[in-house]
């Protein structure tokens, strides 16, 4: 079984969600006419840009989002190439709900929002401006492919990837906006240790907004169940690319034909 999935290495324009949302259609328009991915992968709140000063700055760029009626203006236009082009895309958004925001990210798979994960882990300053996510952990399947979602910090907390595989997913998609420099590496054990797939997108460059500043650290890659690392990107400049993985070598946990990873835990010795 073979699924092309290409990752995007993106710098958004701050607060410039229409700008941003024409970017990401280009680039688009741009790897379908040089390749044939099946799914795309955008950064973590690569419509809105990352650096706030404020609750009334996230919310000029945040929206809300739904998956029963599939219809979301903000999206629209994602949707449309998605369905037009019977393709997936994955990647982060700033998600209104009443009065609160979560830091989120969707898959839209042929013209349909099937999925909305809202990051369970906030980091620094986000704890200022954003819930921590109430959906939980969630595998979703696509083209026959089981895909699990976490959102950049998420990366730290081994349960997360770990949650992931035992729910089932194959591949993990995982937009980011790193500016610790440890994901990359770290992220060789968490596909050997749960035998997945993860695809982290990553931004790069510098953000000012006043006295606020981030900088990103790219690196954007692809990681097997066995630990290669299949596709890699450098730590500046934007990039597309994709490769072909086989999402079933996810499915095999034997490390040996005597060991494997799931069947051998002792969950009564963990805390």
Not at 40 to 69: H, N
């Amino acid at each position: 079984m073979q699924l092309e999935i290409a990752i995007v290495q993106f710098k958004p324009t701050l607060f410039d969600i229409k700008g941003n949302l024409q970017k990401a259609i280009n680039i688009i328009h741009e790897i379908i006419t040089s390749s044939n991915p099946k799914v795309i992968l955008f950064p973590e709140l690569f419509l809105s840009g990352y650096t706030f000063k404020d609750r009334k700055e996230l919310d000029a760029v945040s929206f809300p989002i739904s998956i029963q009626d599939g219809k979301n203006e903000s999206l629209a236009p994602l949707i449309d190439i998605s369905k037009k082009m019977s393709i997936g895309i994955s990647g982060g958004y700033s998600e209104k709900d009443g009065d609160l925001f979560y830091n989120s990210s969707f898959f839209i798979g042929d013209g349909q929002i099937i999925a909305n994960y809202r990051k369970t882990h906030l980091f620094h300053d986000e704890n200022d401006y954003f819930q921590p996510g109430d959906t939980g952990f969630q595998v979703f399947e696509y083209n026959n492919v089981k895909f699990g979602m976490m959102i950049c910090f998420d990366w730290i907390f081994p349960e997360s990837a770990r949650t992931l595989a035992l729910m089932g997913s194959e591949v993990i998609l995982h937009p980011a906006n790193l500016v610790l420099p440890f994901c990359q590496r770290a992220m060789y054990a968490r596909a050997i240790e749960n035998r997945v797939f993860i695809a982290t997108a990553n931004r790069v460059g510098k953000e000012v907004n006043g006295k606020y500043e981030n900088s990103f650290t790219g690196g954007s890659q692809i990681v097997s169940p066995r630990g290669e690392y299949i596709l890699t990107m450098n730590e500046d400049g934007e990039y597309f690319s994709s490769v072909k993985i086989d999402p079933t070598e996810a499915d095999d946990k034997n490390i040996t034909e005597k060991s494997n990873l799931f069947k051998a835990r002792r969950e009564e010795f963990y805390r």
